[in-house]
């Protein structure tokens, strides 16, 4: 395991945790899942603590029909990956300047024909309302998380995303998972945020969704 990988695990090392005490009631015996985005330290945690549980992993672009069976999987983990999805390659003087969703919808659309009837899709993204980017607008940064992200997603949106493509949405939450910023920071906007009647509520650094194939 190389330097980043190692320095990627130990900086989410919180986020598997919340991750795998939110799916734990759901990790059935002879489960089969699939993880987006190439296998990683949170599917081998499942296996080892699950070891009847099959664990298939994606190394292809996302944004295109993927060579799977359709309703093959049970459980899909989309952990960190909707943020990296960028549109399909288009020469279209119409679409080239704009986010038309095209690798987004292809990657959801795919999401629900792998998976089996009321399969689950649990998804973790960084949250675009959260106190850290309401903190970065005050310092007149950009509300991202992560530059290298090609877009982060709010709450509603991803509900929105979830309804479009036929998924219900069971739960969702958010956690903090990198804690950059201290405390009094986050403690002083949830102040402004409640004193002037904005929601204070699904603010943390992570969302989690689990969206279930209706």
């Known amino acids: 395991m190389g330097t980043h990988s190692l320095d990627y695990n130990r900086v989410h090392s919180r986020r598997f945790l919340n991750s795998y005490n939110w799916i734990a ?8 899942i699939l993880e987006l985005g190439g296998s990683g330290l949170f599917s081998y945690i499942i296996q080892d603590l699950n070891p009847s549980i099959q664990i298939d992993s994606t190394h292809t672009d996302l944004r295109h029909k993927l060579d799977l069976d359709s309703q093959s999987y049970d459980l899909i983990l989309n952990m960190e990956v909707i943020e990296h ?3 399909q390659n288009s020469n ?4 080239i300047g704009c986010f038309t969703k095209s690798g987004l919808n292809t990657f959801l659309s795919e999401c629900y024909r792998l998976l089996k009837p009321n399969g689950l899709m649990f998804l973790t993204t960084p949250n675009l309302t959260s106190l850290d980017n309401i903190h970065r607008i005050l310092h007149h940064l950009p509300p991202i998380n992560y ?5 982060e997603y709010s709450i509603g949106e991803l509900k929105e995303f979830a309804e479009n493509h036929k998924f219900t949405v069971l739960k969702v939450d958010t ?3 990198w804690n950059e910023y201290q405390p009094k920071s986050r403690s002083e906007i949830l102040s402004l945020l409640s004193q002037n ?3 204070t509520e699904h603010r943390k650094e992570n969302i989690f969704m689990l ?3 209706s």
């Open 211 to 213: 969206w279930q194939k």
């Open 85 to 87: 999805i960028k549109d």
């Open 197 to 199: 009647g904005y929601s």
């Open 147 to 151: 530059y290298p992200h090609f877009r």
């Open 25 to 32: 009631n759901h990790l059935q015996p002879n489960l089969k």
């Open 175 to 177: 956690f903090d998972s």
């Open 92 to 95: 279209a003087i119409g679409e």
